[in-house]
């Protein structure tokens, strides 16, 4: 009864049918690939291994000790042709610097579904990973640095997803790439956990929908992220600071939610552009030169619930009417000038962004000595009376007098130094 037990589980690919290839420092990886059956194992010990991979039927390469592999600064260092392939715990490095090829460290083929990259360092190759036109990809708790000493231009990114679905993208570190982590046109992805720095953008989407974006890190870039012509976004629970451009950009998006973020400290905390029905709430946008920028038509968003603290400007509005936000709870403003009389924590006259007293105090900073005169508060009544000394603003009618998260000081001296 054994031995037919045994000569089923070979028939059907069961786990005797799979064989472990051990590789010694001083051997053939390429060898062992080409000897290897659909379903082996090949085991790496630690040495350093000069050799480009083409890895085509389902293997996995696993690294004991992480060995270095190198591709000599030429080409792609290993390139999957198959589906179900894992790649594991090895340094990945030197890979030719040809943006026209495409040159990577581990660059995957369209079809090599299931590819799963993990724990594995990817050390100066032009793309670090390149996923095409694929399925439910992993990859994940791999640390990837670029070309640093190239300039960002002619970098490639750390990790590409074009044309993909189901993505896991998780607990990755990123640095010295032109963007961190590029998406175009993939759709039902995950990425969390992923920390980003010294880049263009940390992550850049385009044309990609329904993907969660959380719990992600992404600091002294040119920008964080990135959300471009995009639908049915979730990002929420993200750090995004010490960006010269911007924290967190929502550029023609809709129908996505964009929450409990904390953006300090940027250029611009949010910048909102053609964006229309998304909701903001629970967001920390503190002490950036600009709050939110906000224009070119960002309309029916419900943005609620949030703090501006301390931004030197809480929001730059380019529109030509009012657009209301608060609705339900209300924003918390830094430099709300207004009272409680009643004491339900709730302002008694509506906040509206850079309206007459703060264009003055952006001005003329001394202004602010004076925020709490009787002088001020009647030149804002007077300005909200008379229409020739307003510009359409961010109204709400609601503001909060304290701020809803209670932890935002530890955010206000996150800036690019």
Known sequence: MKSLAATLLLVIGGPLSAAEWPVAPGESIAAAVQAAKPGDTIRVQRGYYAEHLVIDKPLRLVGINNPTLSGGEKGDVIRVKSPDVTIKGFIVRDSGADLTAQNAGIYVEPGSHRIVIRHNVLVYNLFGIWLEKLKDPEVSDNLITGKRDLSSARRGNGIQLYNTSGAKIIGNHISFARDGIYVDVSHHAVFRGNRMHHLRYGSHYMNSNDNLWEDNESYLNRGGLALMEVRRQTVRNNRAWGNTDHGIMLRTIQDSVIENNVVAGNGRGFFIYD???????????????????????????????????????????????????????????????????????????????NDLVDRLTWKYPLVKLLLNSPAVHSLRLIARQFPLLRSPSIVDQRPRMQPLNPDWSQWIDRTAH
Do not use: M
């Open 275 to 353: 964006a229309e029905y998304n909701v903001l709430k629970g967001n920390r946008v503190i002490g950036n030169r600009v709050g939110a920028h906000v224009w070119a038509g960002s309309i029916h968003n419900d943005v609620d619930g949030n703090d501006f603290i301390q931004n030197r400007e809480q929001v730059h509005y380019v529109a030509s009417r009012d657009e209301l936000w608060g609705k339900g709870k209300g924003n918390y403003w830094s430099n709300y000038a207004g009272w409680d009389a009643n004491g339900d924590g709730t302002g008694d006259v509506p906040y509206e962004a």
